[in-house]
């Protein structure tokens, strides 16, 4: 028997992922998204940073294709697509998620990009922590776990001063410019964040 073939418990995690809030801190808003974000987005997918660290270009990748996906956004009742915009100025910068709900374990996956308009200033720090904190807070989660590149170093800090634990390492496990890249697997449970926010306030 394999572990996903446990019983389903859902109905006792309490987590609504239907509904698509508002999070606001001091520097960054995170709301749901709508149709008219896709060509941002498509600028920032095509950045060359997030390409390295995300994923490799796909051709099957259109501006239809996104407009459709960040249209449906909202209806998704299994998972939580924010995006990131400055507070300052309302700009588009990014996005945040939480997907793979596993409501047997509450547990959710967790990735972030974030464009070059948007770094260096905090954005995605804060943005990672209002996310992780609604998983926490608000939907029940137990465990929000990510898996980021060996060769990204800034992306690591901060997933490390939000929380997240290394829990382990996938040695050379993609291919990278002729060599090979390590996969690091991290992870954030509900009682550390607790701890973390008690000792902040």
């Given at each position: 028997?394999?572990l996903?073939?446990?019983?389903?418990?859902?109905?006792?995690?309490?987590?609504?992922f239907?509904?698509?809030?508002?999070?606001?801190?001091e520097r960054?808003?995170?709301?749901?998204?709508?149709?008219?974000?896709?060509e941002?987005?498509?600028?920032?997918?095509?950045?060359?940073?997030?390409i390295?660290?995300?994923?490799?270009?796909?051709?099957?990748?259109?501006l239809?294709r996104?407009?459709?996906?960040?249209a449906?956004?909202s209806?998704q009742p299994d998972?939580?697509d924010?995006?990131v915009?400055d507070?300052?100025?309302?700009?588009?910068?990014g996005?945040?998620?939480?997907?793979?709900y596993d409501?047997?374990?509450?547990?959710?996956t967790?990735?972030?990009?974030?464009?070059?308009?948007?770094?260096?200033?905090g954005l995605g720090?804060?943005?990672t922590?209002?996310?992780?904190?609604?998983?926490f807070?608000?939907?029940g989660?137990h465990r929000i776990?990510?898996e980021?590149?060996?060769?990204?170093?800034?992306?690591?800090?901060v997933?490390?001063?939000?929380?997240?634990?290394?829990?382990g390492v996938?040695?050379?496990?993609?291919?990278?410019?002729?060599?090979?890249?390590?996969?690091?697997?991290?992870?954030?449970?509900?009682?550390?964040?607790?701890?973390?926010?008690?000792?902040?306030r």
């Amino acid at each position: 028997m394999n572990l996903r073939d446990a019983p389903d418990f859902s109905e006792a995690s309490g987590s609504d992922f239907s509904v698509k809030p508002c999070l606001t801190g001091e520097r960054t808003v995170l709301r749901p998204f709508t149709e008219a974000d896709a060509e941002t987005m498509w600028e920032i997918i095509g950045d060359p940073e997030v390409i390295r660290f995300t994923f490799p270009a796909n051709g099957e990748l259109t501006l239809d294709r996104l407009r459709s996906w960040y249209a449906t956004r909202s209806a998704q009742p299994d998972r939580l697509d924010l995006a990131v915009t400055d507070r300052a100025t309302g700009e588009l910068v990014g996005e945040v998620v939480l997907h793979e709900y596993d409501p047997y374990s509450r547990t959710c996956t967790f990735r972030t990009l974030i464009g070059p308009r948007g770094r260096g200033r905090g954005l995605g720090t804060e943005a990672t922590r209002l996310i992780v904190g609604h998983g926490f807070e608000q939907l029940g989660l137990h465990r929000i776990q990510l898996e980021l590149y060996g060769d990204n170093p800034r992306a690591r800090r901060v997933y490390e001063k939000v929380g997240f634990v290394v829990e382990g390492v996938r040695r050379e496990a993609a291919p990278r410019e002729g060599g090979w890249v390590d996969e690091v697997l991290m992870a954030l449970l509900d009682r550390e964040w607790a701890a973390l926010t008690a000792t902040a306030r």
